[in-house]
């Protein structure tokens, strides 16, 4: 039996430090398939997700799941600790080693007190091992226990400082795009002024290499919502491929290099980004651009002289250019709960940057701030 509890918490050691290595220290996509931080998520964000589901406000929903990322983090955190915690415990159970101790003979419960004292590094004396093979042992606890806290310490600012980054370019573009952010106001926005637009492109190819560099490092930023429920990094992500791909069929004038290179890096992150999370391409279902969408996308264009092209080798190659990232951002907005954006906006949408706590503009910038109502999104 203590053979057997000895084997189980040197095992158990070896896979949380392992997993530590590879989520705080290694910078890459781990692809092991067997790995605590991915059974801990799948386990608690599928039924994290299902009580959203039950949530009827947007509002509420969204601020409910807003909680899993960080939550998350710290449930991951305290999962390691309680494990090596548990782990040299098991061990020096196992291995019998005399404490000192007013008792004759110590319980597991001492053991794992013991435990806890010397990873945390609190230093209490009440209880210590009278064994050098027990000294050893905590003294190499103890060291494990420092680092352990130091890494945490320097983990959770590079968190936020990836999270801070990310959410900059997608605040910004809500002027740009709208909110939420679509290729046709995108495009009617930038129509008159392709210099811009190259510039923005260019922004957002760093801004896609950043996000996938970041993000496969540490995929919990994937569970981070951003501040504004109709914002998300996956639907600007997701218009900006939709934008380039409009580019690189033909738009007169329009920076069709950039579109391909900013494509290209966008692309590789959502596709990078759906294998993380193990989620199948699956195209999404009613279609995003119909031809009847696509018939009005081109109308709604044309009416700020933006010219794309209109034939049959033009709509082939934009569906294949759809093919090849829509299935992965579909797939992974249904894992992470988040609605990718229409190609054309929804009727008439104000700007966030438009409201407030006590209504909203309803002219825009060069109209009168008339408050028209109450948003719900800062209210």
């Given at each position: 039996?203590?053979?057997?509890?000895?084997?189980?918490?040197?095992?158990?050691?070896?896979?949380?430090?392992?997993?530590?290595?590879?989520a705080?220290?290694?910078?890459?996509?781990?692809?092991?398939?067997?790995?605590?931080?991915?059974?801990f998520?799948?386990?608690?964000w599928?039924?994290?997700?299902?009580?959203?589901?039950?949530?009827?406000?947007?509002?509420?929903?969204?601020?409910?799941?807003?909680?899993?990322?960080?939550l998350?983090?710290?449930?991951?955190?305290?999962?390691?600790?309680?494990s090596?915690?548990?782990?040299f415990?098991m061990?020096?159970?196992?291995l019998?080693?005399?404490?000192?101790?007013?008792?004759?003979q110590?319980s597991?419960?001492?053991y794992a007190y013991?435990?806890?004292?010397?990873?945390?590094?609190?230093g209490f004396?009440?209880?210590?091992?009278?064994?050098?093979?027990?000294?050893?042992?905590?003294?190499?606890?103890?060291?494990?226990?420092?680092?352990?806290?130091?890494?945490?310490i320097?983990?959770?600012?590079?968190?936020?400082?990836?999270f801070?980054?990310?959410?900059?370019n997608i605040s910004?573009l809500d002027?740009?795009a709208?909110s939420?952010p679509?290729?046709?106001?995108?495009?009617?926005?930038?129509?008159?002024n392709?210099e811009?637009?190259?510039?923005?492109?260019?922004?957002?190819e760093?801004w896609?290499a950043?996000?996938?560099?970041s993000?496969l490092?540490y995929?919990v930023?994937?569970?981070?919502r951003?501040q504004?429920n109709n914002?998300?990094?996956?639907?600007a992500?997701t218009t900006?491929?939709d934008?380039?791909?409009?580019l690189i069929?033909?738009?007169d004038?329009g920076?069709a290099?950039?579109a391909?290179?900013?494509?290209a890096?966008?692309?590789?992150a959502?596709?990078?980004l759906?294998?993380?999370?193990?989620?199948?391409p699956?195209a999404?279902?009613?279609?995003?651009?119909?031809p009847?969408?696509?018939?009005r996308l081109r109308s709604?264009?044309?009416a700020?002289?933006?010219?794309?092209?209109?034939?049959?080798?033009?709509?082939?190659k934009?569906?294949?250019?759809r093919?090849m990232?829509?299935?992965?951002a579909?797939a992974l907005a249904d894992y992470?709960?988040?609605?990718i954006?229409?190609?054309?906006?929804p009727?008439?949408?104000?700007d966030?940057?438009?409201?407030?706590?006590?209504g909203?503009i309803?002219r825009?910038?060069?109209g009168?701030?008339?408050?028209?109502?109450?948003?719900?999104?800062?209210?």
């Amino acid at each position: 039996m203590r053979v057997l509890v000895a084997i189980v918490g040197v095992v158990l050691t070896f896979l949380v430090l392992l997993d530590a290595f590879e989520a705080i220290v290694l910078p890459r996509r781990v692809t092991r398939r067997f790995r605590l931080t991915r059974f801990f998520y799948r386990t608690f964000w599928k039924p994290w997700k299902a009580a959203a589901r039950h949530i009827h406000s947007s509002k509420k929903r969204e601020s409910f799941l807003s909680f899993f990322g960080p939550l998350s983090l710290l449930m991951l955190l305290s999962l390691w600790a309680i494990s090596l915690v548990m782990s040299f415990a098991m061990l020096q159970w196992a291995l019998g080693l005399r404490l000192n101790i007013p008792q004759e003979q110590a319980s597991f419960g001492t053991y794992a007190y013991m435990s806890g004292v010397t990873l945390f590094t609190l230093g209490f004396g009440d209880v210590t091992p009278s064994e050098p093979l027990g000294r050893a042992m905590i003294v190499a606890e103890a060291g494990i226990g420092f680092g352990f806290l130091a890494l945490i310490i320097g983990y959770l600012p590079v968190i936020y400082q990836s999270f801070s980054r990310r959410e900059a370019n997608i605040s910004l573009l809500d002027a740009r795009a709208g909110s939420p952010p679509s290729v046709a106001e995108l495009l009617r926005r930038h129509g008159q002024n392709m210099e811009e637009l190259r510039d923005l492109l260019r922004d957002w190819e760093r801004w896609s290499a950043d996000l996938m560099e970041s993000h496969l490092s540490y995929p919990v930023l994937c569970f981070y919502r951003s501040q504004h429920n109709n914002q998300s990094w996956l639907t600007a992500l997701t218009t900006i491929l939709d934008a380039s791909a409009l580019l690189i069929v033909g738009i007169d004038g329009g920076p069709a290099r950039q579109a391909q290179l900013t494509f290209a890096i966008a692309r590789h992150a959502v596709v990078d980004l759906s294998q993380i999370f193990n989620t199948p391409p699956r195209a999404p279902v009613p279609d995003r651009l119909s031809p009847g969408e696509l018939t009005r996308l081109r109308s709604l264009l044309s009416a700020t002289d933006i010219k794309l092209r209109d034939d049959i080798a033009a709509d082939q190659k934009l569906c294949e250019l759809r093919k090849m990232y829509e299935p992965y951002a579909n797939a992974l907005a249904d894992y992470l709960f988040v609605t990718i954006p229409t190609w054309i906006p929804p009727g008439e949408t104000i700007d966030n940057w438009q409201t407030s706590a006590w209504g909203r503009i309803s002219r825009g910038i060069a109209g009168s701030p008339v408050i028209e109502s109450r948003d719900e999104e800062h209210s």
